[in-house]
């Protein structure tokens, strides 16, 4: 396969790997979306009462999944345009830094099969491939937002998305996109930082323990890696997220009340002055759940689809060479 099929084809991979990843994740995880979007919605709601509420509600399997299918949309497109834009702007980076000493170096003793970046063009590039996709994704979110929640009695996405353009107009569909872009920007790029850092440490101890019998590889096993890979993404959400919930609470009272909360500044100063600081920390335990569980079955799940997908792309090559030498 030529460099530039191969490089196409890897494009496509790492889009449809993000996909997979992010519709998986959302469709296992909506009851913990809905929850976190009701408890935001106003202090008098409680995590132990919006639980009994639903269950003891008619038909509450159906109701823990409602907003499935915006969640869906959300979820695994935005999954797959953050994770192929990640891997073009990781990529490109590591050809800029590989005259430096800081130069992407991928090592059979690591977790990863992904470029080795620094910890400033991790964080820049996480920062940078998420904005871009919320950008793209944020009628999706407003729309998923508000089908949560209570405040709207909304049957069906289309009656939705009449009632948002009907009332605010096309800028309603990107309401809380500046509250959004502080929450996401700074999470995806400390998500990758930290993830990044983690997998380096663990991979690093996990080869100490497996070099310590000879028969073994330098190379981690599937297992090994898969592991270390999930592990990374449940402590780089669970820091990221605790750092960036008050941005997250905000965006959810913007969307939901776009008259009384306006803006960014205006929403933070009046729910810390009528609801005082724990406002912002709405839903932050099951936040914290939710994001670490579907950020380590989406990163787990895309790194070992793409590792796969690396090694059979690989066994072409070598095949081919084969051909080729025994012909001349």
């Known amino acids: 396969m030529s460099d530039g099929g191969k490089s196409r084809s890897s494009s496509s991979f ?103 970046l620094s910890n400033t063009a991790n964080l820049a590039t996480g920062a940078a491939a998420r904005t871009w996709a919320g950008f793209i994704m944020m009628p999706i979110t407003v729309l998923k937002v508000r089908y949560e929640s209570t405040l709207y009695a909304y049957t069906s996405m289309a009656s939705a998305t009449r009632d948002i353009y009907r009332t605010t107009g096309l800028k309603g569909f990107f309401a809380g996109f500046g509250a959004t872009a502080v929450r996401d920007a700074p999470y995806a790029g400390l998500y990758v930082l930290f993830y990044e850092q983690s997998k380096r440490r663990l991979s690093a101890l996990a080869t100490k323990i497996e070099s310590a019998d000879p028969s073994a590889s330098a190379k981690l096993s599937n297992s090994t890696s898969a592991g270390i890979n999930f592990i990374s993404g449940v402590a780089a959400a669970g820091l990221g997220t605790t750092i960036t919930n008050p941005f997250d609470a905000i965006k959810t009272r913007i969307q939901l009340m776009p008259d009384t909360y306006t803006n960014l500044l205006q929403a933070g100063k009046k729910m810390l002055a009528e609801e005082g600081p724990r406002s912002l920390f709405d839903g932050l335990g099951i936040r914290i759940a939710r994001k670490a569980v579907s950020s380590a079955l989406a990163w787990t799940l895309y790194e070992e689809l793409i590792r796969r997908a690396e090694r059979g792309w690989q066994e072409v090559e070598g095949a081919s060479s084969v051909k080729v030498e025994s012909k001349v």
Do not use: E
């Open 14 to 116: 790492h889009f449809l790997a993000g996909l997979s990843s992010g519709v998986l994740s959302a469709v296992l995880l909506q009851p913990a979306d809905l929850l976190k979007t009701r408890v935001q919605q106003s202090r008098s709601s409680t995590l132990l009462g919006t639980i009994r509420s639903i269950a003891s509600g008619p038909n509450p399997i159906r109701q823990f999944w409602r907003g499935t299918l915006p969640s869906t949309l959300r979820t695994g497109c935005g999954s797959a345009i953050y994770f192929s834009s990640l891997n073009a702007l990781r990529r490109r980076a590591a050809l800029l830094a590989a005259g430096r000493a800081d130069a992407a170096i991928v090592t059979g003793d690591h977790s990863s099969s992904l470029p080795k």
